[in-house]
């Protein structure tokens, strides 16, 4: 065979391995970052099988199904329709460089081999010191499942503390970027001596559940579910809620079915001005100037009255708005009207405040951006009858999740590794071993 047809040979072949390895080699889990303007955005694109997905970890959003095309020279196409997503990248030296395009906006992007997850230290590992059960309670056609943590030596006078996890369809850790802080704060109450029951919100899992068409009295039903497959087994029986479950537990103690209760970032003053409040801070971070922060809040305020008493919704033309907040505003005001939000903008626990006579735990971050601790903390501080035993507390320098943080806002928690605040974790063991 002559020399030059040899060669010929070698490089078709050569170019085939080349084709077949870098088509290989754009399966499996591949991650970058986009930077917008500063702001890192993590993404994650899981390529095996017949059905890839991306995940964005620092919007918690997992499993978003995906489309992909590869060619022989090592290029490759990744669509995500649901969010008018496209990623067209080139495979080489063990990278996919690439641009990123969603809508008219085009970043580039550089993928490599795996996913850089990050550090939970904090996360409870075996052997553990104390036992679990997997229980399962009923709530009408709803079966809620959980996890029961129960100290080593347990017995019916062991306190035991119900744990409600905050708005939206959280699992029984209330695990959110990989942190788990309902696993670490029940391992340091069993640790202590005190039980817990953990469990996945309804509906969890379950891509035809409609969570908007619930309120939150609705998982207080469920949480009162739950307290009563603990008085079977218990004699003190109290509640421990993050966020909204927080006002929750304030909700159940108010109906006198909880002997104690811990409000972790509780929200005590009405959903409505929660979200006033939370649009403000957002919206001085985004940059925006104060006059058009006034005058979009006075907006929302309008339009959360008229949503919860009636009326006409204001026209964004007769305030002083940029373009951007009014396209904003018509989207708040598609999302106000699901039944979960109109009952949640007239929520407000301050009116209930005065019937709870069992004790109260309630702690808040300094640097929450989403429940405000001096107001919330100020309206149950003011609210609550006269008990000694009664503790309410700013924990500074910790967020809505309780990390100590830098600026408290929502792109911080996944990058911080700590899950709960130790100081914070200590001050609920303390206060709990009152009950012992």
């Not at 095996?48 to 290029?75: C, F, H, L, N, W």
């Not at 069992?358 to 309206?379: F, H, I, R």
């Amino acid at each position: 065979m002559p020399c030059s047809m040899t060669k010929r040979i070698l490089i078709i072949t050569i170019i085939l391995l080349y084709a077949i390895a870098s088509a290989h080699a754009q399966t499996g889990t591949w991650s970058g970052k986009l930077d917008i303007q500063g702001t890192k955005l993590s993404l994650v694109f899981n390529l095996d099988g017949d059905q890839p997905t991306m995940d964005s970890p620092d919007q918690g959003v997992k499993g978003i199904p995906a489309q992909v095309e590869r060619d022989m020279a090592g290029k490759i196409v990744i669509k995500v329709p649901s969010l008018a997503i496209n990623y067209e990248g080139l495979w080489q030296d063990n990278k996919i460089e690439g641009t990123f395009t969603q809508m008219y906006v085009s970043l580039p992007l550089t993928l490599v081999p795996g996913e850089d997850k990050p550090n939970r230290p904090q996360t409870p590992a075996a052997p553990f010191p104390y036992a679990t059960e997997e229980v399962s309670f009923a709530n009408g056609d709803y079966i809620l499942n959980g996890t029961l943590t129960l100290p080593a030596g347990y017995s019916q006078k062991t306190p035991v503390l119900l744990m409600v996890t905050g708005s939206g369809q959280q699992n029984r850790d209330e695990e959110l970027f990989d942190h788990k802080p309902f696993a670490v704060i029940a391992d340091a109450l069993a640790r202590a001596g005190v039980a817990t029951l953990r469990y996945d919100d309804r509906g969890f899992g379950d891509s035809s559940a409609t969570p908007m068409e619930w309120t939150t009295e609705d998982f207080k039903s469920d949480a009162l579910a739950g307290l009563k497959l603990l008085r079977e087994r218990f004699e003190k029986v109290g509640v421990l809620g993050h966020s909204e479950g927080g006002t929750i537990a304030m909700m159940i103690a108010a109906e006198n079915k909880a002997d104690f209760i811990v409000s972790l970032a509780g929200m005590a003053i009405s959903g409505a001005e929660t979200l006033l409040w939370q649009n403000r801070v957002a919206l001085k971070g985004i940059g925006f100037a104060d006059e058009q922060i006034d005058s979009y809040c006075k907006l929302l305020e309008t339009a959360f009255d008229v949503r919860v008493n009636g009326g006409k919704m204001p026209n964004p033309d007769d305030y002083d708005i940029p373009e951007s907040l009014m396209q904003n505003y018509w989207a708040v005001v598609a999302q106000i009207q699901t039944p979960y939000m109109i009952h949640f903008l007239s929520l407000d626990a301050r009116s209930i405040l005065g019937n709870v006579t069992c004790p109260v735990l309630a702690l808040n971050g300094s640097k929450d951006n989403q429940v405000y601790y001096e107001s919330n903390l100020n309206a149950i501080r003011n609210g609550l009858p006269v008990n000694s035993k009664n503790s309410i507390e700013t924990i500074e320098g910790v967020n809505h999740l309780f990390q100590h943080c830098t600026t408290g806002q929502v792109t911080e928690y996944r990058t911080i590794e700590e899950t709960f605040a130790p100081d914070a974790i200590e001050i609920i063991v303390k206060w709990m071993s009152e009950f012992k």
